[in-house]
């Protein structure tokens, strides 16, 4: 392998290779654009082009790609060459300004949620200047954004970069107010944590269930799950550490940070996190490793599954989004600091997070909804489905002191005035981790663990770059006009804790009695995803999205048709599978061992009336009748399927699916499971649990 500093981002047009190879002036102007958002002249854009099109080429490229992010979920390219014919009937490599700038694929196959008729086939790409260009399987890939032909936002990449103008925008009015004259921008950072499962290729092909849906629809429990503990950052196979290898330098050559990876809890499960970045360049990184990560498990004859949750009995898989505020001083504002008026800068900037995240509870739940998150979320392996902020008890103890007026009592910690009231200063490391908490306060960022592991981070950060922006806003509007800034500035801290504090809880989240004490204050408990997207679209959330330009209401009303959409159709094919399995495969065997126990027992009888054919009877007896019960709950499966489509809207339609669909599809499995643990290993279809597995 190359040395790490050769090889890493050695695929990627980054700011070394710009400075290498552009003008001066060029590469002031697009730095210009790349940190201040200023608008890029076409000439520059043809030198950058031209520049980007000779280095690609000195690397083998042929082709290039607007990259761009829809509302599928993955992401989407259509390869363009760069050979022009030249007159004497040969061919010259050229990229120009504007092919680098824009282009337009064909948009009548995404999804829509109706912001336009199928036959309006019309969309753009635009290049984000913000983002480097990379290179992958041979191809020079330009990230873009895309949108339709009247303007609406058509992917994920937009309004994730309007949210994240709209935080610096109102971040910046409280630093002003704080002195920082030397800031000129605030950028979130994300270091997204991706688990995931690796099964053998071979089993994968064998299951129906997880070639068309990603998850398991069937599977008794093995013998042995995740009980022994014994995975969880256990050595490494030798099979996995060749993928994990090869994995680490497919991303060191796309500037892709990785840098932890271990073994997680459920056997065959891992984890990989990243470095922290700004978060535009996390999201398209994150996109990138999960594809990548599928890419390369085929090199290793094994399957990467993505899927919130692949197996019934063991945990799923999440994303871990650790989400921070920092200053392009390097300023970290979620760090409490070492002085007094860092711990003030520091105190108003958690409590517009707080207000932020208990005034929009739904909106993160909602940013977080999907049909493969449901099976995962309220189980003991992930936070609940109530959201909720942990802050750990020292800094808890200090915000109750701030919201009764009283000094802190810490011992061991100086404590200095700010204002008229007394703030302590604290240590950076004021919690420990809380596994069980949905948004967890670690130090100097915040942990949003409700993320599925399939998800684009680009919709949490959304959420929460723009209800933190509000929040900003509200305080500034406040802190502006105030003619005592400390004075107004505790009191709206202590305001704040006081009006919110029912959304911080530093408990176990698993436990029962969380559950009926969260609803005690008043909090959501949105279960699925189907009780959750009607809250997308509620006035108040619109007003929130058009208020500080992040969604049109046209978009906002897209986004849940195309949620609605997906969630139902993301059950509807598994419905299909499920029916498709039982019917072909899982009633056949069954009948096939019934037929061989029947005729061993018949010819046990034959040799002598004498032979207890016990064994056999009671098995065929008992086969039958789970057997029967499949076979009716199979049929009552698909007259519910048929009697969906009758559903009124997409809404009602989502509701019969989590309410009628899902219980049917679990008494189908249950006979079905039984099964398995019954009939013949050689008769069963699938490859079991525990092959699985334990078979890497």
Known sequence: MNSMPALFGSMVFNDAIMRERLPKETYRALKRTMDSGKKLDVNVANVVANAMKDWAVEKGVTHFTHWFQPMTGITAEKHDSFISPAADGTVIMEFSGKELVKGEPDASSFPSGGLRATFEARGYTAWDPTAYAFIKDNTLCIPTVFYSYSGEALDKKTPLMRSMEELNRQAMRILKLFGHEDVTRVITTVGPEQEYFLIDKALYEQRKDLIFCGRTLFGAKPPKGQEMEDHYFGAIKPRVAAYMKELNEELWKLGILAKTEHNEVAPAQHELAPIFTNTNTATDHNQLTMEIMKKVAAHHGLVCLLHEKPFAGINGSGKHNNWSLSTNTGLNLLEPGDSPKDNAQFL??????????????????????????????????????????????????????????????????????????????????????????????????????????????????????????EALAQFADVLESASDFQAAMHDLVRDTIKAHKRIIFNGNGYADEWIKEAESRGLLNLKTTSDALPCFVSEKNVSLFTKHGIFTETEIHSRYEILLENYCKTINIEVLSMLDMVKKDILPAVSAYVKDLSKTALQKKALSAEIDCSVETDLVAKISTLSAALYKNTEALENALLAGKNAVDSQAEANYYTHTLLPAMQEVRIPADELETIVGEKYWPFPTYGKLLYNI
Request: no cysteine; charged share 25%; aromatic share 8%.
């Open 348 to 469: 108003l900037f958690l409590a517009s997070v707080i207000k932020a995240v208990d005034e929009y509870q739904d909106l993160l739940r909602i940013s977080v909804a999907s049909a493969g998150n449901d099976h995962r979320l309220g189980a003991n392996e992930a936070p609940p489905a109530v959201v909720s902020i942990f802050l750990g008890d020292e800094l808890t103890d200090i915000l109750e002191a701030i919201e009764k007026g009283e000094s802190y009592d810490s011992k061991s910690r100086e404590e200095m005035k700010v204002g008229v009231h007394v703030i302590p200063r604290f240590a950076k490391d004021t919690t420990d981790r809380n596994r069980t908490s949905p948004f967890a306060f670690t130090g100097n960022k915040f942990e949003f663990r409700m993320l599925g592991s399939t998800f684009s981070i680009s919709g949490p950060n959304i959420v929460l770059n723009t209800i933190v922006a």
